[in-house]
DNA sequence: TGCAGTGTTGCTTC
DNA sequence: CGAAGCAACACTGC
């Protein structure tokens, strides 16, 4: 689900609500999610702690956290990462009975109107005290929970690898250029490693080619320094226009409060449509390109699948 | 009905 | 070495 833009929305809707906050519980069903510490011991070692700040690195959503009665200044991390169908939301959930196991959000903040929504994914909670609760619903559970002091966090190669934020303002055309022309791998690939730059995944790294008019499967280092500043601003342009329409919503990406992103409409080449999605067999193939009308391609790279106009976007010149 | 396909990542295999 | 395959898991459309 999230890449930058969707993750970026979510740490920006949970900051305004959570920080100052301090976690009076914490539940779970899925233990094989919380990778630090040992799931059993993350409950006390979590609780009473209070939360200062949250932040995204890359994919990654970072809660800082203190002990308030500590006399020295202690920081926490607890790091979620929600890969491919995770998402935090904001709400409260009560649970049905023994039997059916349900999960209910109870409340839709938007509105302040009651709104009822049985959520069965939800497998992880964070309550705090003002009565409202962080949830991680996660369809597939692939999602990542790490919780340890604030160096130790930092210092594991989850964040350490990471290559630099593709929107910082210090990152300039020339670090990009230096970066990407250094990789022997094909460029679609390349944007998506995370230890090269971070933030992209397969639904924008196939919209920057598109509108850079990039052939997915070219070499990285054998890219012109005119096509690498066409991708660096191709990325620059989408990922800060996705991250202002929050987030792009296909399947089941919402935003904190359960709002699906903006960013689905804006979609060149990436499948969003009723006909061309659906969360199995679907593809934009058989769509016609928007800049010159001819048919979008489907292929395979790495084990995912790259959609492109195979008229834009050429591999020979 | 079974299988291919889904926003991610990391480990194994060749 | 690098690239490809597969696994984690649940679900759906064809």
């Known amino acids: ?14 900051k305004k609500k959570i920080v100052n906050r301090k976690i009076v519980g914490v539940w779970f069903d899925a233990p094989s999610l919380i990778k630090k510490p040992q799931p059993k011991d993350l409950r006390f070692k979590i609780k009473d702690l209070r939360i200062i700040d949250i932040k995204r ?26 890969k491919m169908t995770g998402h935090l939301l904001y709400g409260k959930w009560s649970f049905g009975k ?11 903040l938007t509105k302040g109107a009651l709104e009822e929504k049985v959520n069965n994914y939800i497998h992880f909670i964070l309550y705090l005290d003002n009565g409202w609760q962080v949830g991680l619903s996660d369809l597939r559970k692939f999602a990542k929970i790490l919780f340890g002091g604030k160096e130790e966090i930092e210092n594991l190669p989850d964040l350490k690898n990471l290559g630099p ?11 990009f250029i230096n970066l990407i022309s250094k990789k022997r791998g094909k460029i679609k690939q390349v944007l998506m490693d995370q230890n090269v730059i971070v933030g992209i995944g397969n639904i924008y790294s196939d919209e920057i080619l598109w509108q850079a008019k990039i052939h997915p499967f070219k070499i990285a280092e054998k890219l012109k320094i005119k096509e690498l500043k066409n991708i660096y601003s191709a990325m620059k342009q989408i990922l800060k226009k996705a991250v202002k329409l929050r987030g792009t919503s296909v399947s089941d990406f919402r935003d904190a409060f359960g709002k699906s992103g903006g960013y689905a409409k804006m ?5 969003h449509t009723k006909r061309s999605y659906g969360v199995g067999g679907y593809q934009r193939e058989g769509e016609f390109c928007q800049r010159c009308g001819t048919i979008i391609k489907r292929v395979k790279i790495g084990g995912r699948s790259a959609h492109f106009c195979p008229a834009c976007q050429r591999l020979k010149p």
């Open 165 to 175: 934020e593709p929107l910082n303002e210090s990152f300039k055309v020339e670090k």
């Open 1 to 14: 689900m999230p890449e930058l833009p969707e993750v970026e929305t979510i740490i920006n809707d949970l």
């Open 267 to 271: 979609l060149k080449v990436y499948p």
């Open 98 to 108: 023994a039997q059916d196991k349900q999960k209910i959000i109870v409340k839709s």
């Open 57 to 82: 690195r890359g994919k990654n959503i970072l809660t800082y956290l203190i002990n308030p009665k500590s006399k020295i200044l202690n920081q926490k991390i607890l790091l979620i990462h929600q």
